[in-house]
């Protein structure tokens, strides 16, 4: 079991940025693979980033390549969202989520564990 809480969301200007911070319980930490998901109202949960237990290898959408870094610290048992040059169709709610190893998926059914999620907010 895993247990998963993000923080770091909130209200931010477009063109500013977040880090969210997704804080794991568990000893095995270290051999999950991470991802990151946002929903946005009326909107499906999509896949943001993820990374592997090493942290060697991360995978993105399309879309927010080169805006959006996915990291993680084993040691502190926290993976992080790092959210540059935010548009406020960024807006959503974003989870964080973990799966077995080793491949990173965007499937969001392929994933075991979520947080409660956290509000990012993008004013125009």
Known sequence: QVQL?????GLVQAGGSLR???AASGRTFGTYVMGWFRQAPGKEREFVGGITYTGSSTV????LKGRFTVSRENGKNTVYL???S???EDTAV??????????IATDPNEYDFWGQ?????VSS
């Open 86 to 88: 935010l548009k406020p």
């Open 20 to 22: 969210l911070s997704c």
């Open 5 to 9: 809480v993000e923080s770091g969301g």
């Open 117 to 121: 999620g956290t509000q990012v907010t």
């Open 82 to 84: 790092q959210m540059n």
């Open 94 to 103: 974003y989870y964080c989520s973990s799966k077995r190893p080793t491949r």
């Open 60 to 63: 993105y959408a399309d879309s």
